[in-house]
């Protein structure tokens, strides 16, 4: 029974040794001189504009919101698509009130103006 899952337990082993081996040598042989321009926070090359822990703006969320919706969509659209003449009318008005509920979504968050860009 173990002739089995050995290659699973060699491939598994080899796969930690290529993560961690590199990780180990690069921290063994790599020079530990920090100073306080290396250790110091920044923004694309800047020191930072304000704090970290700001608010963000309601928008990002709401566009955040709407993409999850679409990428949903189109990921159960594809396969349901692909057998669409195979599936009796059941599966094609579940996909119907599948697409409404999504359809009401951004009805929904184009009415509250998470479209609108300032």
Do not use: Q, T
């Amino acid at each position: 029974m173990l002739e089995n899952y050995l290659p699973v337990l060699v491939f598994i082993a080899l796969g930690l040794a290529f993560g961690l081996v590199p990780l180990f040598i690069g921290f063994v042989i790599a020079p530990h001189r920090p100073d306080s321009e290396k250790i110091s926070p920044y923004e694309c090359g800047f020191e930072p504009f304000e704090a970290a822990r700001f608010k963000f703006d309601v928008r990002f969320y709401l566009v955040a919101i709407l993409f999850i919706i679409f990428d949903l969509e189109v990921a159960f659209l594809f396969p349901w698509a692909v057998v669409l003449r195979d599936i009796p009318v059941l599966g094609i008005w579940a996909m119907v009130i599948f697409g409404l509920l999504l359809a009401i979504g951004f009805i929904y968050e184009w009415r509250k103006g998470a479209l609108e860009w300032e």
